[in-house]
């Protein structure tokens, strides 16, 4: 059974095995509707399609240790068991350093994956939110100064329940405490000026910490000094297309820029667009 992890109160958690989730569940601690992923699924799903897929799973046999080997005459049986575990240990050392080089890369990527899925459904969540307000106010999204303006309209007007939708694990970022949103909780940027009849390909929601240039083709130049949780960006799209581009789907030039990260189709018309951070 591999890795679960949980996306509890806006941040990922774990990784828990099979029964410690059944326990958090049990406890009420998660509920069947928490979103969870593990090694091999495609994207986070609900905890109950989890458990369901893993209901069969069958509990490996108890272990029974072996007998004792008695100790050769002449030689103290502590003494001997001293020898022989200082022996296995030593011999050890390099095959542990060897499995750890082997199981620590595909950990760290799952890992990352999982911060890469999470953060992509939390973008695709405001995209969602913000056609929903569109929709109720003549086609004009929410605009503002900045992110942490656009998305607190959004929480005013019940378009967002809950405020650590805007926020993901990031250096210099600290989780929402109440529905008033700061610069500190918000992670997220958003595109100034977004009408009902802007291009599909206009990116209306995007992880900070990059720069971006509304132009057919342009790429997102990553800021400098900033620390991301991930080697890549988040974007959703005003077509409901939700994406994460790093490498190796999207060329990342030495700096960490994303080349391409508008559309070579995003036709902007007559339209202005403006970048607004958090």
Not at 54 to 76: D, L, N
Not at 87 to 95: E, G
Not at 204 to 220: Q, R
Request: glycine content about 8%; charged content about 15%; hydrophobic content about 40%.
């Amino acid at each position: 059974m591999p890795d679960i992890y949980l996306h509890v109160e806006g941040q990922q958690t774990g990784p828990y095995q099979l029964d410690q989730v059944r326990q958090m569940l049990t406890e009420g601690k998660v509920s069947a509707q928490t979103l969870a992923w593990y090694e091999g699924s495609k994207d986070w799903v609900m905890l109950a399609k989890v458990l369901a897929a893993f209901r069969a799973e069958v509990t490996p046999p108890a272990f029974t240790p072996p007998s004792p080997v008695p100790a050769k005459k002449g030689m103290h049986g502590c003494l001997l068991a001293a020898i022989i575990v200082g022996v296995i240990v030593f011999m050890s050392i390099p095959v542990i350093a060897c499995l750890a080089g082997v199981a620590l890369g595909p950990i760290t990527n799952g890992i990352n994956k999982a911060k890469e899925n999470m953060t992509m459904q939390q973008a695709r969540q405001i995209d969602i939110a913000m056609f929903a307000y569109a929709s109720d106010h003549n086609g004009a999204y929410p605009d503002g100064k900045t992110s942490t303006e656009v998305f607190q309209k959004l929480l005013d007007e019940k378009y967002v329940t809950d405020p650590t939708v805007f926020y993901f694990d990031m250096a210099g970022k600290t989780k929402p405490a109440s529905d008033k949103l700061t610069a500190e909780s918000v992670c997220f940027d958003a595109t100034s000026g977004v009408t009902s009849d802007s291009s599909n390909d206009l990116p209306v929601v995007f992880s900070t910490g990059y720069t971006v240039t509304y132009s057919p083709g342009a790429g997102a130049t990553r800021d400098p000094g900033v620390q991301l949780p991930f080697p890549g960006i988040v974007a959703a799209f005003k077509s409901n297309r939700a994406q994460w581009m790093g490498s190796p789907n999207f060329r990342v030039e030495p700096d960490g820029s994303i080349d391409q990260f508008v559309p070579s189709t995003f036709d902007p018309g007559t339209k202005t667009y403006q970048q607004l951070k958090p």
